[in-house]
């Protein structure tokens, strides 16, 4: 994790997964998924999901027959003074 900017639930989230080994497929994905958006947030990859309700974008990330989902918005956006990625939510897909 690097440059971008994590919520503590979001970076919680993450140490959770990458500290449990029977989650280590889901957390070299999510690690996929983070290096991405890190390296090139404007891909569009990254923003192929669009939530309009909440202003952000989803990285949907898929472990077994479950969806993660990793959430994010510009952190200029929410009161930050650099464009840089501001990752709010790293988790299990809503109701799922």
Known sequence: M???VYSPGARAAHARVS???SQAALA???DAALDQLE???GHRSVRAH???TVGAWGLEV??????W???WNWWDEVGGDDHIPH???IGPAPGG
């Not at 898929?62 to 969806?67: I, K, L, Q, R, V």
Request: aromatic letters at 14%; proline letters at 7%; a negative charge.
């Open 2 to 4: 690097g440059d971008a």
């Open 19 to 21: 500290a449990d080994p």
């Open 28 to 30: 070299q994905r999510l």
């Open 39 to 41: 390296h090139d947030p």
């Open 50 to 52: 669009r939530f309009q």
């Open 62 to 67: 898929h472990h077994d027959a479950h969806e």
């Open 69 to 71: 989902w990793v959430l």
């Open 87 to 89: 990752v709010f939510y």
